[in-house]
Nanobody, 121 residues
């Protein structure tokens, strides 16, 4: 099982920026993709951004142009830079990764514990 630890959340004023990090640890062969989700109070968990091993990236329309996902394979870490933050970006942000534990095993996935991002108006 891969363990994911997020960091970088906090309280920021509207228009500000934050950079979230998520580091993977444990025993695994390779990370296949990374994703960031967010969940606002009383709402469903929504996909924010993804990046796969080939470097292909997707963004939700709600953050496109204000968000950059990147990863460092050597550190098994993914980042999410959020700019021009709005109060509606307030949510718990979760890291999610799909990985292969060993050769021949079906890929699986893990969630991080989440990090709170609060944007004040």
């Amino acid at each position: 099982q891969v363990q994911l630890v997020e960091s970088g959340g906090g309280l920021v004023q509207a228009g500000g920026s934050l950079r979230l990090s998520c580091a993977a640890s444990g025993s695994f062969l390779r990370i296949n993709f990374w994703a960031w989700y967010r969940q606002a109070p009383g709402k469903q968990r929504d996909l924010v951004a993804t990046i796969n091993r080939e470097g292909s990236i997707t963004y939700a329309d709600s953050v496109k142009g204000r968000c950059t996902i990147s990863n460092d394979n050597a550190k098994n870490t993914v980042y999410l830079a959020l700019n021009s933050l709005k109060p509606e970006d307030t949510a718990v942000y979760y890291c999610y990764t799909g990985y292969t534990k060993t050769i021949g095993m079906t890929p699986t996935a893990s969630w991080g514990q989440g990090t709170q991002v609060t944007v004040s108006s």
